[in-house]
């Protein structure tokens, strides 16, 4: 340690020992205080005690300084048997009064950490700079690493943390990359499936549908499904991208959550017969604050007609798909609960990424893009709530969703 370092930490153990001293001593100067307020309590009392035992008249307050003077022999006379034990109590209180030595080294002792941390961030203001050397080095290191080889290392322990941090940044550069590189793969995979049935309806047409009506009303047909199809897609694209670049303003205003699930209950039992939709709201919750949020009711209301289609699609005819509300202290929630083919743990980690369809729903003849639930978890993010999901192969899926007040 050199000179300045021990000076330093010289200086600082006499201000910490002289903080010490004077905490001591503060604490000190009230004990004497109250013994001596205590004492003379207790000689006042007795003085008092020794009146009543005389039967004499009260000492007047204003002159029992006088009387005590006046009959002061009378009063030893008569407290002498106790005095052993004022002399005991004197004692006990000089032992209190020199346990000031044994405080003031207890408070260093609790001192001592502060004083520590005071040491060390000297040494960290007072340490130099980096040198030119190791910033050429980390330069270095720095050009040879990229997002593909997200790895910083200089093998210089003094820039151990500057390492890890870049490489964590470099690490969520290259998740982003990928994240784009497969979006841009998938929406090319999705839009490629209903371009290709198109072109071979359009040849199929070309070459048959002129003169074969069953062909022409055919080819029409699929047509206008994956015109439909392909119609979807893009506009679920388009809002996941306005909503990327912050393009998609939402129009707040009071809503009353119990009765926008009400609502998408009734529209889901007039246009789905082949479903059992069940609702636990009723008529006295559409109208209680306890279910009153601030949102987009627009918004909201689509991200429950997702997840409630996503449970049509994925549930066998005839099974029940149950909504709910939910409402306590701090958030107003809604539950969708079906009776569905399920998902594994596995896919159901997975259930909100763009395109992601597990190999159960890919099977399925009427399985969407798998932007769907991205949408809907978008929406949910984007009012400050959390969607979950708890999906248990062959016996159902129940999504949750919360939203602050």
């Not at 609790?110 to 961030?121: F, V």
């Not at 939709?277 to 559409?286: E, K, L, P, V």
């Not at 005839?318 to 107003?332: K, N, Q």
């Amino acid at each position: 340690m050199s000179s300045g370092t021990n000076s330093t930490v010289r200086d600082s153990g006499k201000r910490f020992s002289s903080i010490a001293r004077s905490i001591g001593l503060s604490y000190w100067w009230r004990r004497l205080l109250n013994w001596i307020f205590l004492d003379v309590f207790v000689l006042i009392a007795c003085y008092v005690c020794w009146h009543v035992a005389r039967r004499l008249p009260l000492p007047d307050p204003m002159n029992i300084v006088e009387e005590f003077s006046n009959n002061l022999a009378a009063f030893f006379s008569f407290a002498k048997p106790f005095l052993p034990v004022a002399i005991f109590i004197a004692l006990w209180e000089l032992i209190d009064l020199l346990g000031i030595f044994g405080d003031i080294r207890r408070i260093r002792r609790k001192l001592q950490p502060l004083n520590e941390l005071a040491l060390a961030a000297e040494s960290l203001v007072s340490a130099p700079i980096m040198d030119g050397d190791k910033i050429e080095t980390l330069e270095q290191a720095i050009s040879r690493a990229s997002v593909d080889s997200p790895n910083v290392t200089t093998g210089d322990q003094d820039l151990r943390s500057i390492e890890v941090a870049l490489n964590g940044l470099l690490r969520q550069m290259q998740e982003a990359k990928l994240q784009q590189m497969r979006f841009v793969s998938d929406a090319s995979h999705e839009l490629r499936t209903p371009i290709a049935v198109i072109q071979g309806y359009v040849n199929m047409l070309d070459r048959w549908g002129k003169t074969d009506e069953t062909v022409l009303d055919e080819s029409i047909e699929a047509l206008k499904l994956e015109s439909d199809h392909m119609q979807e897609l893009v506009e679920q694209l388009l809002f996941l991208a306005r909503g990327d670049s912050g393009r998609n303003p939402l129009q707040r205003m009071t809503i009353n959550l119990a009765e926008v699930v009400h609502e998408v209950w009734e529209e889901s039992c007039m246009i789905d017969a082949t479903h059992s939709y069940r609702c636990t709201i009723s008529d006295a919750d559409m109208v209680d604050a306890r279910f009153s949020i601030i949102g987009d009711l627009a918004m909201i209301k689509q991200s429950l007609r997702i997840i409630v289609q996503n449970a049509e699609k994925y549930s066998p005819d005839g099974t029940a798909i149950t909504l709910s509300a939910t409402a306590d202290a701090t958030h107003v929630g809604y539950v969708v609960q079906d009776e569905g083919i399920g998902m594994s743990q596995k896919d159901a980690a997975h259930a909100f990424e763009r395109f992601y369809r597990s190999d159960g729903a890919r099977n399925e003849t009427n399985a969407g893009s798998g932007l769907g639930l991205s949408i809907a978890k978008w929406i949910v993010d984007t009012h400050n709530g959390t969607i979950d999901v708890l999906s248990r192969e062959g016996v159902g899926t129940r999504f949750t969703v919360r939203l602050p007040r």
